[in-house]
C-alpha cells in the first residue's frame, strides 16, 4: 500500500494502551475502520469495532483480515508476541507492527535478554541463572547484598521479586519455582541478580531495519502504594517526557545500550521490528538495564501519545515497510508534559471483584486537556460502564509544566468513582523534587469495651 493511502487497522490487546493506539490513530486523516481485539468499553467509544475474540485464535483473526481487508495489524501486549501471532499473520500476507516470536524472546524469557546483554555488553546488574530451587538457595545465602528474582517467563508485570533481605530472597525462589505462583511454565528457571539503587527511566525506540528513533523517555510507577511501597504491579502511573531523560543521556542510551542489542539481534537472525522498551536504573555508577520489553509500555504509552503530533498511522506503517529512516528528525511532538494516573480495582495486583459501575468519566474529559483512557472496563448488559480488570482507567492529562499536568491530572481523578477505587497521589513527584510522605501509621485496635458501635473508625 502507498504511503497515503486510506488504511483499515486492526489493533490485538485489551488495555489502556490498546485505547490509546485506537484514540490517536483514529486521529489519522487515513484511518478507515478500526477493529480492536478483544477492546474494552474505552475502544468502543472511540468508534472502533470491538471483535468477540483475541490473540488466542489466529485463524479468526486472519480471517477477519481477509474480510476487512485490513492494512496494518498493531499487536500491543506482549503474549501475542511471544506466541508468535506477528509471524502468523505475516505468513498469511499481513503488514503487522510488531516484533517477531524469536526478537520477542527479548522480553519473553528473562533468562534469554540477561544472556543476550551479556553477549552484546550491555550494562546490566551481574545474575546468575538457575533451573533448580536448591542451588538458587545456596546462591542467595552466600550474598552480602539485596538481590532480585525474576522469573523466566511471561507474569503480566508481577514476575520481579526486589527483595530488601536474604529471607525474603529465599520466599521468592519458593514462590516462583516450587509455589509456582506465576505460572509452572515462567517458573522453570529464574534469574537471581544484584538490586541496583537509583532512579528508574523508561527508554522507549522504535526499530526497524537498522533505524533506532528513541522516543521522549518516560517515569513509571511499578509499586501499588506512594512511595514506592508494596507489591509491583504492571504500572500506577506515568510521566513524560522525565527530565532525568537529558539529551546527553539518551544519546548514551541509543549509543550504550540500543545499538549493541539490536545489532545482536540482527547477527543471530532474528532482527527486532517494533517497539524496544529498555527499563534502565540510573545508578552511582551509570546506567544499568533492568529489562527489556519488546512492545508499548502500559502505562507509557498514555503520555507518550497524548504529546505526539505526527501522524501515528505513518509512523508505525513505515516501521513495518522498513522505511523508518524517513522520520528520523520528523517526529513531531507537543512541547507540554503529560501525566498518567493509574485508577485500580480494590485488592489489585491481589484479588479483586470485576462489575463495578463507574461514574465521573465524562466530567473529567470535560476538563481541558484531559483524557481517560480505559484499561480494565466493559459495557454490561445495562449499558453502563463498569470495572474489568485490576487497573482500571488511565487518566491524562497535559500541562504548561509537570506541576500543572500532574494538578490537572488529579482534578480529573477527583470526579471518578467506583467502588474499591485505589491510586497513588505522587505521580511525577520524583521529577518535582516532592518529599515522600510517610506512610500513615495503623490506629491500634481498642479494647471491645472501649470501641463504638460500628467498630474502630480512624481519624484522618
Known amino acids: 500500500m502507498p504511503q497515503g493511502d486510506p488504511c483499515n487497522l486492526l489493533i490485538i490487546g485489551k488495555g489502556g494502551r490498546e485505547h490509546a493506539l485506537v484514540w490517536k490513530l483514529k486521529q489519522s486523516p487515513r484511518a478507515g475502520k478500526i477493529f480492536c481485539a478483544p477492546g474494552n468499553a474505552g475502544t468502543a467509544g472511540e468508534g472502533a469495532t470491538n471483535l468477540p475474540f483475541d490473540h488466542t485464535d489466529p485463524d479468526r483473526l486472519a480471517r477477519h483480515c481477509e474480510k476487512e481487508q485490513i492494512g496494518l495489524v498493531i499487536i500491543g501486549p506482549e503474549d501475542p508476541l511471544a506466541g508468535g501471532l506477528s509471524d502468523y499473520l505475516r505468513n498469511k500476507g499481513f503488514k503487522v507492527f510488531g516484533p517477531s516470536k524469536d526478537a520477542a524472546r527479548i522480553e519473553g524469557s528473562k533468562v534469554f535478554a540477561k544472556e543476550l546483554m551479556r553477549h552484546a555488553d550491555v550494562p546490566t546488574a551481574d545474575f546468575q541463572v538457575f533451573d533448580h530451587p536448591g542451588p538458587a538457595r545456596t546462591y542467595v545465602e552466600t550474598r552480602d547484598y539485596p538481590v532480585v528474582v525474576k522469573a523466566d517467563g511471561l507474569a503480566a508485570g508481577k514476575g520481579v521479586v526486589v527483595c530488601k533481605d536474604n529471607a525474603e530472597a529465599l520466599q521468592a525462589v519458593r ?72 539529551p546527553s543521556l539518551l544519546a548514551d542510551l541509543e549509543k550504550d545500550v540500543f545499538v549493541p542489542i539490536v545489532h545482536a539481534m540482527k547477527r543471530g537472525r532474528y532482527p527486532f521490528q517494533g517497539v524496544l522498551y529498555a527499563g534502565i536504573m540510573l545508578t552511582n555508577q551509570g546506567s544499568r538495564v533492568l529489562e527489556f520489553n519488546c512492545r508499548f509500555g502500559d502505562p507509557e504509552t498514555q503520555p507518550v501519545l497524548m504529546r505526539l503530533k505526527s501522524d501515528l498511522i505513518d509512523l ?27 485508577l485500580c480495582s480494590g485488592g489489585y495486583p491481589g484479588k479483586y471483584e470485576n462489575g463495578k459501575p463507574i461514574t465521573g468519566i465524562a466530567e473529567a474529559e470535560a476538563l481541558a486537556d484531559v483524557k481517560v483512557f480505559h484499561a480494565g472496563t466493559k459495557i454490561d448488559d445495562k449499558g453502563r460502564v463498569v470495572t474489568d480488570g485490576g487497573r482500571v482507567l488511565g487518566v491524562t492529562a497535559l500541562g504548561k509544566d509537570l506541576a500543572a499536568a500532574k494538578a490537572r491530572a488529579y482534578e480529573a481523578v477527583k470526579l471518578i468513582s467506583f467502588t474499591g477505587m485505589h491510586y497513588r497521589t505522587d505521580i511525577a513527584d520524583k521529577a518535582l523534587k516532592v518529599k515522600p510522605v510517610a506512610a500513615p501509621v495503623e490506629a ?15 481519624t484522618t
Open 316 to 342: 508505525l506503517e513505515a516501521v513495518a515497510d522498513e522505511r523508518l529512516h524517513e522520520f528520523e528528525d520528523k517526529v513531531e511532538w507537543d512541547t507540554r508534559p503529560a501525566v498518567c494516573v493509574v
Open 175 to 246: 514462590r516462583i519455582m516450587t509455589d509456582e505462583e506465576f505460572g509452572s511454565t515462567a517458573g522453570r528457571k529464574i534469574v537471581v541478580e544484584k538490586k541496583l539503587e537509583g532512579e528508574e527511566l523508561s527508554v522507549l525506540a522504535l526499530v526497524s531495519g537498522r533505524t533506532i528513533l528513541p522516543l521522549p523517555a518516560c517515569q513509571d510507577h511499578k509499586a501499588v502504594f506512594d512511595g514506592d511501597k508494596g507489591p509491583n504491579t504492571g504500572g500506577m502511573g506515568a510521566y513524560c517526557p522525565a527530565p532525568a531523560g537529558t
Open 444 to 458: 491500634p485496635k481498642l479494647p471491645a469495651k472501649f470501641r463504638r458501635p460500628g467498630g474502630d473508625k480512624p
